[in-house]
């Protein structure tokens, strides 16, 4: 077993690869604010019951999932982010996007059906838990089945960082956060995290 330790994008930073839609990303830097925060406000953060739950197949492949699809890819992009789950948006659909490079991709149903022995740890971020990131280990290479969005089946090897986005997505589809992939050493820090922001958060004196 091979682990490394480094550094990963949030997967808080994508259409299926046959039915790409040619759009001209902006950098980080150049996405305007209230763009940023109309796509954050749409995603679901810990608390809420949806991110718990398991997302149910999807059976139907109709203009209503591809409209699904868009918005995730925008609210993704501008969040910005390299993954959405559609739980993260309150959809219990088994749907999920990514971008790793220049083409957006989006799997429906999709399921882990191999991996690799060999596994890296780098550091996770995530919408729903912004401002957090945490250690978690996982395979090297997966291979992934799943539809796209008419259909049609798909089989393919994924590696690196795009294995990684598609595992920590489907991790969402089964309610699953990267609180529940680090150390509980980690995943105290991070509560404990959480806590004093929320406390710093409330005003002094406020009534309940």
């Known amino acids: 077993m091979v682990m490394r330790r480094g550094t990963l994008y949030d997967m808080s930073q994508t259409e299926p690869r046959e039915q790409q839609q040619p759009r001209e990303r902006r950098p980080r830097s150049e996405i305007p604010p209230e763009r940023r925060a109309a796509a954050l406000a749409q995603v679901r953060t810990l608390g809420d019951p949806v991110l718990r739950e398991s997302a149910r197949p999807v059976e139907t492949f109709d203009s209503e999932l591809a409209a699904l699809s868009r918005r995730m890819i925008a609210v993704m992009r501008d969040a910005p982010g390299i993954g959405l789950a559609a739980t993260q948006l309150g959809v ?34 995530c919408l729903s838990l912004p401002g957090v990131t945490v250690p978690v280990e996982r395979p090297t290479l997966v291979r992934v089945r799943a539809r796209d969005l008419r ?47 929320q406390t710093a958060a409330v005003p002094s004196g406020s009534g309940l």
């Open 92 to 125: 219990v659909k088994r749907m999920i996007v990514y971008e790793v490079d220049d083409d957006p991709v989006a799997l429906v149903n999709p399921r882990i059906v191999g991996a690799s022995d060999d596994t890296e740890v780098l550091d996770e971020g």
């Open 151 to 197: 259909g049609r089946r798909l089989e393919y090897d994924a590696e690196d960082l795009e294995a990684r986005v598609i595992q920590h997505e489907i991790d969402h589809l089964d309610g699953v956060l990267i609180l529940e992939r680090t150390s509980r050493e980690e995943r105290g820090r991070v509560l404990r995290e959480l806590r004093e922001r």
